[in-house]
């Protein structure tokens, strides 16, 4: 079985790299991405550790945007293949962590400022570069000093107050020229999830496609049967590359790693897979 997005604690996942790689092969996950938001420790983690039982995929996933349709259009580009320890990707991503660290650090003073129940305490351990849900982490840091009113209060701040960002997102033709730069390749992870019309769907992915996007997150674990059917469509009709994963990132959300609710059709082929393996691209997995 093939699982293309999974996150680890080193972004919003709840597992270690350890404990993903555990539960993809209890649940008989052959090759598997770890596809951590804006980072690739992770995959850096696994490469010191690679086991011959599974063949991981370096994978990371890009916060991306595009104004391209007239609108900010929120896109997570999903980048597979690139060499460990990379240069240009790491400068790429430690610039973002800075970016994001400096606006949670500041949002979090205020949030200290605001409530009188918050302590400069509660953080010092906090991670304010870390990409992800950034209320689901302030509350997971607070959830034991503080009350259910007080939880509860604080909840309903931080969904309806986000930060200010400067700059949270790449710009996806730039996140899509730099995989091809250090020879990985592009996919657009989850498009139903860009609420766009088909027609605006099918622009953005001519778009991306002629600024050398490789494929389409056709089998999404979020998708339903009429989702699949479109991504699929403008998979077959520009010539890219479609593949699936869970989207793991707690059993609160799924059933694990190569959750069978990814519905990969009978006849699906896993033509990028097939290509990473043969580019020498992939680690691990030499028992397989």
């Given at each position: 079985m ?19 790689i555990?539960?993809?092969r ?17 995959v850096?983690?696994?490469?010191k ?7 991981v ?7 991306t945007?595009t ?16 060499k460990?320890?990379d ?7 430690s ?14 003073e205020e949030?200290?400022?605001k409530?009188?129940y ?6 010092i351990?906090?991670?304010?570069g ?7 982490h302030?509350?997971n ?20 107050n986000?930060p ?11 996140v899509?020229?730099?995989?091809k730069?250090?020879g990985?390749?592009?996919v ?8 766009l ?7 953005l992915?001519?778009?991306?496609t002629d ?8 089998y ?21 590359y479609?593949t ?21 059709p009978?006849n ?9 393996i043969?580019?020498?691209?992939v ?6």
């Amino acid at each position: 079985m093939i699982d293309l997005h999974v996150h680890s604690v080193y972004s919003d996942g709840f597992l270690t790299v350890e404990e993903l790689i555990d539960n993809a092969r209890s649940n008989e996950v052959n090759i598997m991405s770890i596809t951590d938001h804006d980072t690739t420790l992770g995959v850096e983690e696994y490469s010191k550790n690679i086991r011959d039982d599974i063949i991981v995929i370096p994978g990371v996933e890009f916060s991306t945007d595009t104004y391209y349709l007239g609108k900010k259009t929120k896109i997570h580009m999903l980048g597979y293949g690139y060499k460990v320890y990379d240069k240009l990707i790491n400068k790429v991503l430690s610039d973002l962590y800075q970016r994001h660290y400096n606006d949670n650090k500041g949002y979090i003073e205020e949030l200290i400022t605001k409530f009188n129940y918050l302590s400069n305490e509660f953080f010092i351990d906090f991670n304010y570069g870390k990409s992800g849900w950034l209320y689901k982490h302030i509350l997971n840091c607070v959830n034991e000093y503080l009350s259910k009113e007080e939880l509860e209060e604080l909840r309903e701040y931080l969904v309806n107050n986000k930060p200010n960002y400067n700059k949270y997102n790449e710009d996806v033709c730039d996140v899509i020229k730099l995989m091809k730069s250090i020879g990985g390749y592009a996919v657009f992870a989850h498009p139903q999830k860009c609420n766009l019309t088909k027609e605006e769907l099918s622009i953005l992915v001519k778009y991306l496609t002629d600024n050398g996007l490789d494929g389409l997150e056709t089998y999404h674990i979020d998708s339903i049967s009429s989702d699949r059917k479109i991504i699929h469509d403008l998979a077959l009709e520009y010539g890219l590359y479609e593949t699936g994963g869970s989207d793991f990132h707690s059993f609160i959300y799924g059933n694990g790693v190569g959750d069978t609710n990814i519905k990969f059709p009978e006849n699906y082929d896993p033509l990028l897979v097939k290509r990473l393996i043969k580019e020498n691209k992939v680690l691990g997995g030499k028992n397989e």
